[in-house]
């Protein structure tokens, strides 16, 4: 509700001159609740459970404010009543109601101080066991990405020789380099009344979820560009409701820094950016690399609004505008060594909202059950065991599912026999949350990423080749022409695909124009919809589309012959059926990465 000159008018406006109060979502205005009758008292606790199921569990009231978003302000005494009352609402729905801020209004023609309060009130719904939000972490290598997840999801500050990213890392050349090279998980909860849930007590994963109102779960992506090809995966395949997109202070913005912002925007995730490592530079470096990110993120090609946090009610009024499609970048100055700001960043991520609102979560579940596997465990005495992302639907345990497509372009039946989410077991996972599936009837050779499960009722139909409407971002030569093979990103799919035909009269398309390309996969046919976004790339050429156009498989399809490279002989890269690995119990292996889910 207040902010500095600097950030323009979101937060200077917003403490007298709010936008007018919306019937759907989750923020309520109210000027004043004093002494209401029992009639009355029925009917705001009627709203106040409209406005927890809007926002899944979390509601903003902002008091002291007209419909029409006039800050009119409350005395100390009409304050104090009317939170009263929120609290008698709050615990006729057992629900848990936090002071954020309270600011004073200041008129002319008023003598005496008035304020105006916003409040968090949190319930966690009754179907589900909390309330879920995924962020992906993107930026360059050496960005401090990993270090800045330790700290937030350990609790400890870092001794600045990376030990804090440790804990992240899966595997040993990792630990040797501190460098990522694939995807991990990590978690970090907030209780009812806001208060940080994370491993700093030596909690267990198991503990967290069940003592927390609201999991973020930080999917760490890798940031060299040896390892990109991972890093659009685990960005595509994910699904994050947010993406951050992390800076070092004494780096500076780099080409993969502009390049993974480019995916984000592509994607349309929306963006939190955050400096790190300011502890290594002066103010006045500081200060450069945040005048070069608004001068980034106001360009042209990224149509944002920069808005710097610098205070706790920078963080609520951003938190507040990251919800639909909002089009501000909040970014953070950040230390892992130091602290410094940490704390800003956790406030924000606690009153940080869900990116879908009931009604579109409640479409989503109505829809056919869908499933996409990214990731392929065999776990000793439970068998084959499936991580992955529900696009819409529900799963509950015992379903029985149809998993492919297989290389035949076959679907087959299988059976869910137990369910886990963030390492702790569940009967029942919705849509948009990720979650480890143990199958039965169903043999280790014939799973493989890029799969889906499905619900028989889809009567699911697979693919060879598609169109889709393509953008061609970069290019090194002036035009594409047809027979170009580029890795195809949609959603948990990654496979080389050649652009059999280019749908204009110059049969080409070159750098920032747009055309109609049929592809056909090189290995085997794969699940696929229309209007899903698609990527694709090989090595600097890049460009993005939208799928308009399925051309269902059929089992005598002819696939196309690859082309070689001029300076050696390689075999298509596609995702291979033996991409499983068998699980371990040690530290950093896939069974505990699978458990994370």
């Known amino acids: 509700m207040s902010g500095s000159s600097e950030n323009g008018d979101l937060a200077n406006n917003s403490l007298t001159n709010l936008p007018p109060e919306v019937e759907e979502g989750n923020v309520e205005y109210k000027l004043k609740l004093i002494n209401p009758t029992a ?50 609402m709050a615990d006729r729905l057992g629900a848990n109601l936090t002071v954020l801020r309270k600011l004073e209004v200041t008129t002319e023609s008023d003598e005496e101080r008035k304020q105006v309060a916003e409040l968090l009130v949190r319930r966690v719904p009754d179907d589900q066991q909390f309330l879920d939000i995924r962020i992906s972490v993107l930026g360059s290598a050496d960005s401090g990405k990993s270090t800045l997840l330790g700290v937030l999801s350990h609790g400890q500050l870092d001794n600045g ?22 995807i991990s998980h990590e978690i970090m909860g907030f209780d009812s009344k806001g208060n940080v849930l994370n491993f700093s007590e030596n909690r267990s994963p198991e503990e967290i979820c069940s003592s927390s109102s609201k999991i973020l779960t930080f999917i760490d992506l890798a940031g060299h560009h040896k390892y990109l090809k991972t890093t659009i995966f685990g960005l595509t395949s994910n699904q994050p409701d947010f993406t951050i997109l992390v800076v070092a202070a004494d780096r500076g913005i780099t080409a993969t820094t502009r390049e993974h912002l480019g995916y984000a925007l592509a994607l349309n995730v929306p963006t939190i950016a955050v400096v ?39 963080a609520y009024t951003a938190a507040s505008e990251m919800g639909g499609s909002s089009n501000i970048i909040p970014f953070f100055t950040t230390s892992s060594v130091t602290g410094k700001n940490i704390d800003l960043l956790t406030t924000f991520f606690n009153v940080l909202p869900p990116r879908k609102n009931a009604r579109e979560q409640e479409q989503l579940m109505q829809k056919p059950t869908k499933f996409q596997i990214d990731e392929v465990y065999s776990v000793p005495e439970v068998g084959i ?36 989410r963030n390492r702790a077991p569940c009967r029942m996972v919705c849509a948009g949350q990720a979650a480890s599936l143990s199958l039965d009837d169903v043999d ?23 169109t889709a409407t393509i953008f061609l971002l970069y290019h090194p030569a002036s035009h594409l022409s047809e027979g170009f093979q580029a890795t195809v990103h ?18 080409s398309i070159g750098v920032n124009e747009q055309a109609s390309a049929t592809f056909c996969f090189v290995c085997h046919p794969e699940h696929l919809e229309t209007a899903s976004t698609l990527l694709f790339r090989e090595r600097t050429t890049k460009g993005m589309g939208q799928i308009t156009s399925i051309h269902p498989f059929q089992p005598h399809e002819e696939k196309p012959t690859p082309r070689t490279r001029r300076t050696r002989t390689t075999t298509p890269r596609c995702i291979p059926s033996t991409s499983h690995v068998s699980s371990t119990s040690q530290p950093g292996s896939p069974k505990r990465q699978s458990l994370e889910r």
Not at 396 to 407: A, K, M, R, V, Y
Not at 451 to 465: D, G, W
Not at 490 to 507: C, F, L, M, P, S
């Open 385 to 420: 065991v499936v991580g992955g992302t529900l696009s819409h639907g529900a799963i509950n345990e015992n379903d029985q599912l149809l998993i492919g497509p297989s290389t035949d372009g076959c679907y087959r039946s299988v059976k869910v026999t137990t369910i886990q």
């Open 39 to 88: 009639y009355r008292l029925e009917h705001l606790v009627t709203q106040m459970k409209w406005r927890l199921q809007e926002g899944s569990g979390e509601a903003i009231y902002k008091i002291g404010v007209e419909d029409n978003g006039t800050c009119a302000g409350l005395t100390d005494v009409e304050l104090n009543s009317t939170m009263s009352t929120l609290q008698k």
């Open 276 to 314: 790190t490592k300011i502890d290594k530079c002066s103010e006045q470096s500081v200060g450069k690399i945040c005048k070069s990110l608004k001068n980034l993120f106001t360009t042209v090609s990224c149509g944002r609004i920069p808005f710097h946090i610098k205070t706790d009610d920078h």
């Open 490 to 507: 949609v959603g948990n799919v990654r496979q080389t695909a050649i652009i059999e035909e280019i749908h204009n009269d110059a049969k």
């Open 161 to 182: 020789q990376g030990q804090s990213r440790l804990n992240l890392f899966r595997h040993l050349h990792e630990v040797e380099t501190g460098r990522t090279s694939s």
């Open 444 to 466: 280790k050779d014939s799973v493989r990423k890029g799969m889906v499960l499905v619900s028989e009722s889809l009567k699911p139909t697979c693919c060879l080749r598609f």
